[in-house]
């Protein structure tokens, strides 16, 4: 008697195992896709937006450092370059009348975010740079850091016009005016700084050192260059000696772009102790 009503018990339970199972089969084969379509409901056909973590806006184009480098001397190529003031009286009206291309060199008030930018974000940038160029032995230790008195500042953009999504931004460093006559002994008169990374590409200091047998350039350069991660300095062979005002300087070459490589050359002011770097032709 009990093994018959065991028996019914389990065919009870056999008859409810089997729409279960079938129900499990079901949903694992029709779920899925109807889950699917019930989210796409909520996403297609519906604009969203959402604030970007990092506040850029849009995409910018990435350079390596030796393109930025090139692109960047290209556009001061076609301008009135910053030089010591012997320098400035040696050029000649027709350098000027010759300075054309396809590089512009434009000025910029805003950060590749958009926003506006005061010249305290270009001065503070510049000192970060002598910092770590003093650290490096490229500039002389009592190198003065600079102030919003003692210096201006204004944001460029370096563009290559037949492709500007080939751009350079930089701050450009001057003396004051009002400081002109002022003592200029340790102190920076002209540069270029990254606006991105804060790193100079181009300076012109006064200096204590007294003339160019104690200018290592060699060793100048090849530190510059690894402070700039550019990659090995060649030395420049083809070098007019009418090219600078100064008797006193020597000529690098470093890789630039497909278009061709960048001249960097360091020279020294004998008299108003004067050393440069300066990336040209």
Not at 163 to 172: A, S, T, Y
Request: with cysteine; net charge negative; hydrophobic share 35%.
């Amino acid at each position: 008697m009990d093994k018959t009503k065991e028996k019914g018990r389990i065919g009870k339970i056999s008859l409810w195992l089997i729409p279960l199972a079938a129900l499990i089969v079901g949903l694992a084969v029709w779920g899925p896709e109807q889950l699917a379509r019930y989210r796409d409901k909520g996403i297609l056909d519906q604009v969203r937006s959402r604030e970007m973590e990092t506040g850029m806006e849009g995409y910018r184009y990435s350079l390596g450092s030796n393109e930025k480098l090139y692109i960047l001397s290209k556009c001061l190529d076609n301008q009135v370059r910053p030089e010591s003031e012997q320098n400035a009286m040696a050029r000649t009206e027709t350098e000027d009348q010759e300075l054309t291309g396809t590089y512009a060199f434009v000025v910029n008030r805003k950060d590749p975010s958009g926003r506006e930018v005061s010249a305290s974000t270009g001065i503070a940038l510049c000192n970060q740079g002598i910092v770590a160029l003093k650290e490096l032995g490229i500039l002389p230790r009592d190198v003065k850091v600079l102030t919003e008195q003692s210096h201006h500042a204004v944001l460029y953009s370096a563009i290559d016009v037949p492709e500007p999504r080939n751009n350079v931004l930089v701050w450009k460093i001057g003396l004051s005016t009002a400081r002109q006559n002022a003592n200029k002994e340790n102190c920076l008169l002209d540069a270029y700084v990254d606006a991105d990374t804060g790193k100079i590409y181009e300076f012109y200091v006064r200096t204590g050192i007294k003339n160019w047998k104690n200018v290592d350039a060699d060793a100048l350069v090849q530190a510059w260059a690894e402070y700039m991660e550019l990659g090995e300095p060649e030395e420049y062979e083809n070098t007019n000696p009418l090219s600078e005002t100064t008797p006193y300087f020597k000529k690098y070459s470093f890789a630039g772009m497909e278009k061709g490589n960048t001249i960097v050359t360091i020279g020294f002011y004998e008299g108003i102790n004067e050393l440069y770097l300066k990336i040209s032709k």
